[in-house]
């Protein structure tokens, strides 16, 4: 069955991808969620099987950003749906920390961090392969 076939689909679909955005830009409405459904997506089985190693330890964090760009006060986080409605405001910057004792014990990690970001078309956690840690 093709969405083209159920009205209510299509409508859904047009209100989503064209009319809030619009409306959002131009200051006439407020989406519930800012980052569009992004938040609460499932991680990446990258992710998940680096974070599952018992000898590492995630924390998540998210800084928000100010009308100018500017950096404003950060937090820690666990990335559930009611943060979303505790935001600080509806702009922020959201980042993961892996930290492995091990790794800096054994002196192959001491001192050194990885930057992982994201793009179009490109997700940080995919990358998640490239982390040598042992």
Do not use: C
């Not at 409306?23 to 938040?39: E, F, M, N, Q, V």
């Not at 179009?120 to 982390?131: F, I, K, N, P, R």
């Amino acid at each position: 069955m093709s969405i083209l076939t159920h009205p209510k689909k299509v409508a859904d679909v047009v209100k989503q991808v064209f009319v809030s955005p619009f409306l959002t830009s131009l200051h006439l409405s407020t989406p519930a969620d800012p980052t569009w459904g992004r938040y609460l997506q499932p991680w990446s089985s990258y992710e998940l099987d680096l974070e599952s190693d018992p000898d590492i330890q995630t924390s998540m964090h998210r800084v928000f950003i100010g009308n100018q760009g500017e950096a404003l006060e950060g937090e820690t986080i666990r990335v559930v749906p009611e943060e979303l409605n505790q935001a600080r405001g509806r702009s922020w910057i959201f980042y993961k920390i892996w930290f492995s004792a091990k790794a800096q014990k054994t002196g192959r990690a001491a001192g050194s961090d990885l930057v992982m970001l994201h793009g179009y078309g490109d997700y940080a956690g995919e990358l998640e392969t490239h982390v040598s840690y042992t």
